[in-house]
């Protein structure tokens, strides 16, 4: 879901940062791809199916969709959002992985943790 809004905002953005804001949530949306097949990988290699369709994303989400127009700063704003969510997560399911013994799934998670604390610092500085 993310990913998908983030490529969203890339392609919709408008207004005096539009260059900036269309390069960044570029980067992201594109960091978001490589990170979602990696994801998938851990996934099957845990001898489980990976969820692959829009109506599957749409139900495991806790994350919105963004249906409408919105204007640059709100963009800014919902993405901040969706990653300081995606820290909480990850951070409940690194815990949760841990007690199965599981490291190398707590490490995914705390590499991406760090990249969603990263990405969530530059939109919310983006923003001052």
């Known amino acids: 879901m993310l990913y998908l809004k983030t490529q969203n905002f890339h392609w919709n953005v408008k207004g005096p940062y539009f260059y900036s804001l269309h390069k960044m949530f570029e980067e992201q949306y594109l960091e978001l791809a490589a990170a979602i097949d990696e994801i998938a990988e851990r996934i099957r290699a845990l001898d489980s199916y990976t969820p692959a369709s829009f109506s599957q994303f749409a139900n495991l989400s806790s994350l919105k969709e963004a249906t409408s127009e919105i204007n640059a700063e709100s963009m800014v704003q919902k993405l901040l959002k969706d990653h300081e969510t995606m820290v909480e997560h990850a951070a409940m399911i690194i815990v949760k992985a841990q007690k199965v013994h599981d490291?190398?799934?707590?490490?995914?998670?705390?590499?991406?943790q760090k990249v969603?604390?990263?990405?969530?610092?530059?939109?919310?500085?983006?923003?001052?």
């Open 116 to 128: 969603h604390e990263k990405t969530a610092w530059m939109l919310k500085s983006s923003l001052k």
């Open 103 to 112: 490291e190398s799934t707590a490490d995914l998670l705390i590499q991406r």
